[in-house]
């Protein structure tokens, strides 16, 4: 098909102003937190899913490459237009639909933000466990492509955990209904968990019906400076084997902690070499029991520093660090790549003693942080 022709018939489906072939879009669409640009021929943003299926019908026709995109803030390059095309947008499909709330069931649209969802049910007194870093510009639709995880995903697990059906579409431009809104859902082929984590190749939600859980009472953040990264993962281990199973958990080394301090401005305490987030939640009783037990636990491994959070903003303060990870660390290199590596919790003092071994092998930065279940390595 003539390009042409193309954007007349996308601006048919979808109204002209929701179509573009402009540099700046073309740019900004055309890459993901990598910033690894691959230019897509066209930005489209439908509206619903007849139109998505529309979109996709005239692909399917034409032989034409469809790229869908949610916050297109992730690092695996699945929102990435590499063979150009169609680049597919859903930030318009930005709706919370339902929060049912004696059946702790939400239907929300993909190109709602992470956080803004997390909000809404809170407000009910609900809530949504998984919590991407960059939940403040993710979508849900990205997290389902990428079954996102977060800190939370210790105790509570990933976002495919809580995703009980959907909406979607598929290359051909069939819209299919998978899953429903309840737990025990087992007749026929398990679509939605198919759906999960398939990057946008098998398909495009439109909407998404999430499993919620009662908001716990109360929580606390420990935040726990250690001499090693190695110590640090040792007082995880520790945590684990007494039987708490933390509601958020961060492992900090102590490049990333040097470097957020730069960034910031904020001091360290001599020889800090890790940084050890912890949340605890549940009812009040049972918060204050296991904090004092995290704090004990880190006590005998050999904590340097100790901080309770006693309020909501000081336990947001701690978990800031968190957050301004990623662009501290950018900005020691004009350039990074992100590698989440896997490994038992038990081994993770072992991950960390390859990459120190790789680092100094290859005169190379890797500073590693992460929930630890997992170890955000970066390379600079």
């Known amino acids: 098909m003539k390009h042409d022709q193309l954007i007349l018939e996308l601006q048919s489906i979808v109204g002209e102003e929701h ?13 993901d937190a ?27 026709r034409d032989r ?20 150009g095309g169609i680049l597919l947008s859903v930030t318009r499909m930005n709706r919370i639909l339902e929060i049912d709330e004696p059946n702790l069931v939400a239907i929300a649209e993909p190109g709602v933000i992470t956080a803004d969802f997390q909000r809404a049910v809170e407000a009910k007194g609900l809530f949504f466990p998984p919590d991407p870093s960059s939940l403040e510009e993710s979508m849900l639709g990205g997290n389902i492509a990428e079954n996102a995880g977060g800190p939370r995903c210790v105790k509570y697990g990933v976002t495919g955990a ?12 069939e819209i299919v209904k998978a899953g429903g809104r309840t737990t025990k859902n087992v007749v026929g082929f398990d679509l939605t968990s198919l759906m999960v984590g398939s990057e946008g190749m098998l ?21 726990v400076i250690f001499a090693t990264a190695r110590t640090a993962a040792a007082c995880v281990t520790a945590i684990m084997a007494n039987r708490i199973i933390p509601a958020k958990l961060e492992l900090i080394d102590g490049f990333s902690l040097r470097a957020v301090a730069d960034y910031t401005g904020e ?9 050890l987030l912890i949340e605890v939640d549940g009812s009040p009783g049972e918060v ?7 704090e004990r636990i880190c006590r005998e ?49 072992d991950l960390l003693e390859i990459v120190d071994e790789i680092s100094a092998r290859l005169d190379l930065l890797i500073p590693c942080f992460d929930t630890p279940v997992t170890a955000i390595c970066t390379s600079t």
């Open 19 to 31: 179509v573009s072939t402009s540099a700046d879009d073309r740019a900004k669409y055309g890459q």
């Open 34 to 60: 990598l910033k690894e640009i691959a230019l897509p021929e066209v930005v489209v943003w439908p509206r619903t899913a007849d139109e998505i299926a529309a979109v996709m019908r005239l692909a399917n």
């Open 64 to 83: 034409i490459p469809v790229t869908p995109r949610a916050g297109g803030v992730g690092y695996t390059g699945g929102a990435v237009p590499l063979h």
């Open 162 to 173: 809580y995703v009980l059906g959907m909406t979607f579409v598929t290359a051909t431009g």
């Open 203 to 223: 398909g495009i939600a439109t909407d998404i019906t999430f499993r919620l859980l009662p908001l716990p009472e109360a929580n606390r953040t420990v935040s």
């Open 267 to 275: 001091p360290l305490p001599e020889n800090a070499g890790a940084l």
């Open 288 to 294: 204050e029991r296991e904090a004092r037990e995290v």
């Open 301 to 349: 491994i050999g904590a340097i520093e100790i901080v309770v959070a006693e309020t909501a903003e000081e336990s947001e303060r701690l978990w800031s660090v968190r957050r301004k990870m990623s662009p501290a660390v950018g900005r020691l290199r004009p350039r990074k790549l992100n590698q989440d590596v896997v490994v038992p919790r038990t081994r993770i003092p």
